[in-house]
């Protein structure tokens, strides 16, 4: 008997991830992109070792280490510099949850990603946009921006923050969700070099000022990648994209003038700035477990999650999502209880709802607590910013032990 069709939306983070863990459980799966060609997107993201543990399960993770320069600590400062706390602790993350964490430019992990996927003889059908889905009682049809139809067993709606396999999902029971949610926060990108003093740990750094954050962590052995959060109104949308070779010296210069009095190693990143790109932060309310699946569909990462990302989970927990949907799928492989496993997808709704049960508490909690940070991070006047930095020091003062608390319950998952 054929493999049964998997339609996977998205070729994103979380859409080849699961086509690959599909196939070896004798899925034939099959990638749409809505993007034509894969362009030089502007930011760059944190895997941590949930995250990499899944992505070393594809075997990406080598690669993404090889290309990055996983951390040894985490420091935060006042904007000026003056330290407010330290840890080597991401240095033991390997021994302690198999995998570091590390920082990767997101066209490298898309990329590295998407080559992956081919590599394992995965079709990937780019330039095909998911516009409207049909369910029937053993089979599903999504069709496409260029008029094709293509039918499966079953969806997967990797489809990130826009989804349309989560707007036509929520459509079918007669839920109309506007447009992602802004957060009233804005973040400035940009990758340079790795300034001299930043040059002899490999660490996640904050810096604090009023109404400004400034993140910064390697993407590679010389190279950083840094993001400034700052408080903005949507009136000013205009002003969110990458900027244009013409406009880099007026932009650095801007830059500059907003981080005086700030760690001269953040100006230094600044003037040698490579490409700045500025946009706007957004999430989504939470939804309902019910809501992230239909008959015969269900939605992973972004497209049930959307989260802002100021605890760096987004795709983490894209990957957890990946993981725990793979081992929930019965193994079509094994011959053993072939013929009851091809049964079991005829009622998917019934795999796919203790998946949503125990994945929306999870992914929901992270989303807040995201919120909540990015509010905190960029704290205005002197009062709270004085609040904000003495909470930062006490984070710090428990020593190992609590910071180990704080990560623990993310990095020992989805598994140890
Ligand atoms: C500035 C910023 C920094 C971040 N930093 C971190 C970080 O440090 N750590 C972390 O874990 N996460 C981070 N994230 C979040 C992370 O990028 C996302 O959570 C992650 O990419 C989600 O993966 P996904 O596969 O669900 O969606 P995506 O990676 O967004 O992929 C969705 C794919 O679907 C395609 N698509 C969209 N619509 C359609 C359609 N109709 N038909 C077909 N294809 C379609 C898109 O083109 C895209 O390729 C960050 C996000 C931002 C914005
Ligand atoms: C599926 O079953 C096959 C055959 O028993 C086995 O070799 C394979 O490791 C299994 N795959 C997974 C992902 O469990």
């Known amino acids: 008997m054929a493999s049964p069709i998997v339609l996977v939306i998205g070729c994103g983070v979380a859409g080849p991830v699961l086509a690959i863990l599909l196939k070896r459980k004798g899925y034939r799966p099959i990638v749409f992109e809505k993007v034509r060609e894969l362009g030089t997107a502007g930011a760059s993201l944190m895997v941590m070792s949930n995250g990499l543990k899944v992505f070393n399960m594809i075997g990406v993770a080598d690669a993404i280490k090889a290309e990055s320069l996983p951390l040894k600590a985490l420091w935060d400062a006042k904007a000026s510099g003056e330290v407010l706390g330290q840890s080597d602790l991401p240095s033991t993350f390997t021994e302690r949850y198999q995998q570091p964490a590390a920082g990767i430019r997101r066209t490298s992990l898309n990329l590295l990603l998407k080559n992956k996927v081919l590599e394992e003889g995965i079709e990937v059908r780019e330039g095909w946009g998911l516009v409207a889905i049909q369910e029937h009682d053993d089979s599903v049809t999504a069709t496409f921006s260029n008029g094709e139809s293509v039918t499966g067993s079953f969806l997967i709606g990797c489809d990130g923050i826009k989804s349309a396999a989560r707007t036509i999902l929520l459509k079918q029971r007669g839920v109309e969700e506007g447009a992602p949610s802004f957060t009233g926060l804005t973040q400035t990108a940009f990758l340079s070099e790795t300034p001299g003093p930043l040059q002899d740990l490999a660490a ?143 009622a998917i709704s019934d795999i796919f709802r203790p998946f949503a049960e125990s994945r929306q508490p999870r992914t929901s909690v992270l989303v807040k607590g995201a919120r909540a940070l990015g509010e905190k991070r960029v704290a205005v006047g002197a009062e709270r910013g004085k609040e904000r930095d003495e909470a930062v020091a006490q984070s710090y003062r428990g020593g190992a032990a609590a910071i180990v608390e704080k990560f623990e319950g993310l990095l020992s998952q989805p598994f140890n």
């Not at 500025?278 to 989504?284: H, N, V, Y």
């Open 204 to 346: 996640m750094r904050n810096w604090y000022g009023d109404g400004t954050h400034v993140i910064a962590y390697p993407v590679g052995p010389k190279t950083t990648s840094w993001a400034l959060t700052q408080r903005e109104t949507q009136e000013r949308e205009e002003t969110w994209r990458p900027f244009t070779a013409d406009e880099m010296k007026t932009q650095q210069d801007a830059l500059c003038k907003l981080l005086e009095g700030w760690d001269e190693s953040i100006v230094q990143g600044v003037k040698s700035s490579e490409r700045i790109i500025k946009f706007g932060l957004f999430d989504r309310d939470e939804l309902k477990p019910e809501q992230w699946y239909s008959k015969r569909c269900v939605l992973v990462g972004d497209a049930a999650h959307p989260t802002s990302p100021h605890l760096g989970q987004g795709a983490n927990q894209a990957m957890e999502d990946c993981y725990h949907l793979s081992c929930a799928l019965p193994n079509l492989s094994s011959r053993q209880d072939f013929e009851s496993n091809i049964a079991a997808l005829g």
